[in-house]
Nanobody
């Protein structure tokens, strides 16, 4: 089992930056692909970013490409999501997930965190 705990969310003004962290415990994440998803009120959960097991391949939703960066530090058993130039439409609960393959489908991921709220004011 992998336990995932997100942190770093909060209230930020449009155009600002946040860095989300996802700390894993129970197992090392070096054997897992990692992803970030988000869910806004009244909307379905959507893909944000993913990173392969090796860290050499990343994927991004079109809505965040060029603004967000996913990275991993296997030594710290942690995955990050650097969010720059945030927009009000980025407001959502952001979730970290671990699975066997990196990709944009939530079914690829076996373990999920509880989420961290990101609120962007205009």
């Amino acid at each position: 089992q992998v336990q995932l705990v997100e942190s770093g969310g909060g209230l930020v003004q449009a155009g600002g930056s946040l860095r989300l962290s996802c700390a894993a415990s129970g197992r090392t994440i070096r054997n897992y692909a990692m992803g970030w998803f988000r869910q806004a009120p009244g909307k379905e959960r959507e893909f944000v970013a993913a990173i392969s097991v090796s860290g050499g391949v990343t994927y991004y939703a079109d809505s965040v490409k060029g603004r967000f960066t996913i990275s991993r530090d296997n030594a710290k058993n942690t995955v990050y999501l650097q969010m720059n130039s945030v927009k009000p439409e980025d407001t959502a609960v952001h979730y970290c997930a671990a699975g066997s393959l990196a990709g944009r489908y939530s079914s690829l991921y076996d373990y999920w965190g509880q989420g961290t709220q990101v609120t962007v004011s205009s």
